[in-house]
């Protein structure tokens, strides 16, 4: 089993930056990618961001890329998400995942084993 917790959302003005954290815990040993979703009211959950474990093989969303960044610290066995330059559109409930194996494809929601509890990102215009 892997526990995910994530942190850092809240209430920020558009243009501005947020950075947030996923903490796993458990069989870590086990993740071979950790991705990041998110779902706004009314909307399917989509992919945002993904990288693999080992910290490279990164991917974006086009609607984020060049504005998010995902990063890991081995140490802390945590993942980041950088968001700068936020729209109103990127106002969410994101979640972290954790993928534990080489099947399914990065941006799968169903490739995904292990989920956070979510953390709220509001960008007011």
């Known amino acids: 089993q892997v526990q995910l917790v994530e942190s850092g959302g809240g209430l920020v003005q558009a243009g501005g930056s947020l950075r947030l954290s996923c903490a796993a815990s458990g069989r870590t040993a086990s993740i071979y990618r950790m991705g990041w979703f998110r779902q706004a009211p009314g909307k399917e959950r989509e992919f945002v961001t993904a990288i693999r474990w080992s910290g490279d093989n990164i991917y974006y969303a086009d609607s984020v890329k060049g504005r998010f960044t995902i990063s890991r610290d081995n140490a802390k066995n945590t993942v980041y998400l950088q968001m700068s330059s936020l729209e109103p559109e990127d106002t969410a409930v994101y979640y972290c995942?954790?993928?534990?194996?080489?099947?399914?494809?990065?941006?799968?929601?169903?490739?995904?084993?292990?989920w956070g509890q979510g953390t709220q990102v509001t960008v007011s215009s």
């Open positions: 995942a954790a993928k534990p194996s080489l099947r399914g494809i990065y941006y799968e929601r169903s490739a995904y084993e292990y």
